[in-house]
């Protein structure tokens, strides 16, 4: 079974990633809102590094009909642990989840445990019956979830200034010179551009990225 990915991200397929590990490239199927937080904010020619936590599934139909392997990516740990229970809801499939994952989880757990159908209904290829059947089943199980930090890393409503900016693209370039791996440099730049959306040039952005970092890399 696989479990973790890391490579080049190549790039984006719709809602899926093609990320390239020692010349292979293997598709891995993400959330809707990490998959538009990906294509929104990366520059095309950046094709950092990447690490999904992954589920190895066989996708098929019944009677005799193909199979195929599909690998489903996750940014951390604990976001693959509550898409796995999401999935235990009886008539919720994979890609139904997956679409339905356009808010943070810690927005979801909490409409889960407070029984907020309508907040569920309006989740992509959710409805008010598959709302009442999630808070059912999984009311009770989800509460850890509710403590992640919100806004990440399924949100698709952050806005973060686009990545190609030039002076975005310079502060880059400065954090992989004094030794930042490039998908530690996205994640830190994107990291004080949320927090910090005022920020308009180079200088000032690294500084903010050394400070928050403590000056370590």
């Keep these: 079974m696989i479990t973790k990915i890391h490579g080049r991200l190549a790039g984006m397929r719709g809602d899926s990633a093609i990320v390239e590990v020692g010349g292979i490239f293997y598709e891995v199927m993400l959330p809707s809102g990490l998959a538009q937080r990906l294509t929104r904010t990366l520059a095309p020619e950046a094709q ?3 690490t999904f936590h992954t589920l190895h599934y066989i996708e098929g139909w019944g009677g005799g009909g193909s ?6 990516g996750f940014t951390e ?30 927005e979801m757990a ?11 209904a309006r989740l992509p ?3 008010p019956r598959m709302a009442d059947k999630i808070i059912a089943e999984l009311k009770g199980k989800t509460w850890k979830f509710t403590l992640l930090p919100t806004g ?11 990545a190609e900016q030039p002076f975005v693209a310079e502060a880059r370039e400065i954090l992989l010179q004094v030794g930042y791996r490039a998908s530690d440099a996205a994640a830190a730049i994107e990291k004080v551009l949320r927090a910090r959306p005022e920020i308009a040039t180079s200088q000032e952005l690294v500084q903010e990225v ?5 000056g370590k890399t």
């Design 110 to 120: 909490a409409a889960i445990e407070g029984g907020d159908a309508r907040a569920l």
């Design 77 to 106: 740990e604990l976001d693959r642990e509550f898409f796995e229970l999401l999935t235990t809801v009886s008539n919720l499939g994979v890609r139904t989840a997956l679409r339905a994952l356009t808010i943070p989880i810690a």
């Design 152 to 162: 990440e890393p399924l949100a698709a409503v952050a806005k973060p200034r686009p």
């Design 48 to 50: 950092p590094e990447v």
């Design 67 to 72: 199979q195929r392997p599909r690998l489903i």
């Design 125 to 127: 290829r959710i409805g």
């Design 210 to 214: 050394f400070r928050q970092r403590g």
